[in-house]
């Protein structure tokens, strides 16, 4: 199987390379061994873009429109940027991976003047590419003009669209704090990639399982010294990757049984979401095995926030909520957790008198699964919400950015509008659930396929949790959570034994 290629774009006006630059970048990545190797590659890079500052005046105030010509003046050829690091970071973990890699200074496409030069080159890249990184500077926690000048031209080019569809895309965002809107860039730019087709990922299980690469940089060559958000960006390099070879893995493996469909209605009125969704149900259980869960008719309580999180270390069947003795989670647990693909389904109305919702107290319970080593991971979550018009209730952001930290993969949230008691747009729903089937049957026939192959299993590293450090530390916890994880890769291994016929063998 050939390798998957991801292309990363770095989203700034102050990119040290040009295009002929990227390329020497590229070479030098992939001969970089380890994590020591590609830090002190970057600290250097980061020295030589400092240098060429001062060089095109900088220690004698030049003015900074004069300075950006003498850059550009220079051959764009050594050097990078704080977002280039980043993303020279991210494009090592795809490399360190297997990965085919290239990366496009978006400031050579998209002129600091507003003019727009090979566009065809960009659009060639992307057609090809299994999967996609941008790195953008953070602007009062938005991206930039580049990204966002990227994006508007996908917008508009529907070849393109299409063929964008199912690809894996992860962000980078670079602050001049470490709370500086990397998070609300990383989370509005990657809901727009959703929407034009992509499917979303963040970083991986072994940094911190959030939205993709944080930096901290706010001076010119600031960004090598940022140990932790350079770990975070080689973490999204890396679960991009993982998850377009799971992709690429499915065009040579399929599912032979149904795929299975966990439908968790979380906030309702009166059945009317139930009611709604029914029609499109109907269709949907002749092409999967869908499990309807009404979690808001259940007695689910909110989390403790134990210390220590699971209560004890066990299996993925073993219930380990220490709450769980009172309320209806210990009855739900193996049910959510044997479905291939998520949907996490709300309904938003305008009067809200005798609304029920299981959300938040859900939501707060799944730790114990994020924390007993990612229970859902690589799970496709699909994301479903029907409102009244004039409801802003942004219950499909919520959904998405809170369960894409469970190491999952997000799909463009549905819609579903609501005027009157008429839904406005049945057709976008359809839409919607088709694509998750599509998505889902890939995702899952990749995934096994890859687990037979020895894709590394998630596990959950609690940074920040001392107490929980200290325990998972201990020999006879590593020894329980070894064990438990062996469990899992065989059941997973045994699994697509069952689930999997090879392309090949298809009648």
């Known amino acids: 199987m050939k390798n998957p290629f991801i292309v990363g774009f770095s989203a700034s006006l102050r990119n040290a390379r040009s295009r002929e630059g990227s390329r020497e970048l590229v070479r030098d990545l992939k001969g970089l061994k380890d994590r020591e190797a590609l830090s002190a590659y970057l600290v250097k890079q980061g020295n030589l873009h400092l240098d060429q500052y001062f060089q095109a005046g900088r220690k004698n105030g030049v003015p900074y429109d004069e300075m950006y010509k003498t850059l550009k003046k220079m051959g764009g050829r050594k050097g990078l940027s704080n977002s280039e690091v980043c993303l020279a970071a991210a494009l090592w973990g795809a490399c360190d991976m297997g990965m085919e890699v290239d990366h496009l200074p978006l400031a050579d496409y998209f002129k600091a003047d507003g003019t727009i030069t090979g566009w065809d080159e960009i659009r060639e890249s992307l057609l090809r590419a299994d999967g996609v990184l941008i790195s953008t500077p953070v602007y009062f926690g938005d991206r930039s003009s580049l990204s966002q000048s990227l994006i508007e031209m996908i917008r508009q080019d529907k070849e393109l669209g299409k063929g964008l569809k199912g690809k894996i895309y992860g962000g980078l965002a670079v602050g001049a704090k470490r709370n500086g809107g990397q998070e609300t860039t990383l989370i509005y730019q990657m809901h727009d990639m959703m929407d034009l087709g992509l499917l979303g990922v963040g970083n991986d299980f072994e940094t ?5 690469g944080t930096g901290h940089a706010g001076d010119v060559g600031t960004m090598p010294k940022d140990d932790y958000g350079i770990g975070t960006c080689v973490g999204t390099g890396r679960r ?12 040579e493996n399929r599912l032979i049984d ?11 009125k009166n059945q009317e979401m139930a009611g709604l ?7 949907l259980r002749t092409e999967a095995d869908v499990t309807e869960l009404k979690m808001y008719e259940k007695d689910i309580l909110p989390c403790m926030a134990c210390d220590i999180c699971p209560s004890r270390v066990g299996p993925d069947e073993e219930f380990r909520c220490i709450r769980g003795k009172t309320d209806a989670m210990i009855g739900l647990h193996n049910e959510i957790l044997k479905a291939d693909i998520l949907v996490p389904a709300m ?9 029920a919702s299981a959300y938040q107290n859900f939501l707060e319970r799944t730790r114990y699964l994020r924390r007993g080593d990612y229970a859902f991971t690589d799970r496709l979550i699909a994301p479903l919400v029907i409102a009244e018009v004039g409801t802003q209730e942004n219950l499909n952001m919520r959904m998405a ?7 999952t993969v997000l799909q463009r949230p549905i819609i579903g509008w609501l005027h009157n008691g008429t839904l406005l747009n049945p057709e976008d729903i359809r839409t919607g659930l088709e694509n998750a089937l599509e998505y889902g049957r890939r995702l ?16 959950y590293k609690p940074i920040g949790y001392v107490l ?5 530390n201990m020999p006879e916890v590593m020894s329980k959570r070894e064990k438990a994880i062996q469990l899992r890769i065989q059941r997973l291994i045994e699994e697509g034994r069952n689930r999997l016929e090879s392309v090949d063998n298809k009648a």
Not at 240 to 251: I, L
Not at 347 to 354: A, E, K, L, N, T
Request: proline fraction near 4%; glycine fraction near 10%; charged fraction near 20%.
């Open 277 to 283: 969704l029914e029609p499109f149900l109907a269709g």
């Open 208 to 212: 911190t399982s959030q939205y993709g």
């Open 347 to 355: 309904f938003s109305p305008r009067d809200r008198g005798g609304l």
């Open 444 to 459: 899952v026939a990749g995934r096994l396929a890859m687990i037979a192959k020895g894709a590394p299993v998630a596990l």
């Open 468 to 472: 929980s450090l200290s325990k998972d």
């Open 401 to 407: 950015t809170s369960l894409i930290r469970h190491q």
């Open 240 to 251: 991009v990757a993982k998850v377009a070879s799971f992709m690429r893995a499915a065009r």
């Open 258 to 268: 149904q795929l299975r469909v966990g439908l968790w209605i979380l906030q309702d």
